[in-house]
């Protein structure tokens, strides 16, 4: 079992920065492999990055050059470092963890979540 808690979102302008933290309670935390997610409103819930319990990371098109997923196993914590903010970018981020494939973009296919973090970006 593996609880997760998200921190870091808020409200930026376009152009701007901000870094989440995803904090693991499992002291098996190098085992997993980590995923951040994003939801608008009115939308589904969609892959953003992940990276693997070997460190290999995955991003979606869109945030590619923009975002950076990485972890600190010593700490149990994954980030994800988003520059170049754009009003699109606005979603409640959800931080997840799956023992299985870490490079699955199907959310159901991960198996623990966070509460999410609200992230603006105004134009």
């Known amino acids: 079992q593996v609880q997760l808690e998200e921190s870091g979102g808020g409200l930026v302008q376009a152009g701007g920065s901000l870094s989440l933290s995803c904090a693991a309670s499992s002291v098996a935390f190098r085992t997993y492999g980590m995923a951040w997610f994003r939801q608008a409103p009115g939308k589904e819930r969609d892959f953003v990055a992940s990276i693997s319990r070997f460190g290999l990371t995955y991003y979606i098109d869109p945030v590619k050059g923009r975002f950076t997923i990485s972890r600190d196993n010593a700490k149990s914590t994954v980030y994800l470092q988003m520059n170049s903010l754009k009003p699109e970018d606005t979603a409640v981020y959800y931080c997840?963890?799956?023992?299985?494939?870490?490079?699955?973009?199907?959310?159901?296919?991960?198996?623990?979540w966070g509460q999410g973090t609200q992230v603006t970006v105004s134009s």
């Open positions: 997840a963890a799956t023992l299985g494939n870490s490079r699955s973009i199907q959310y159901d296919e991960w198996d623990y």
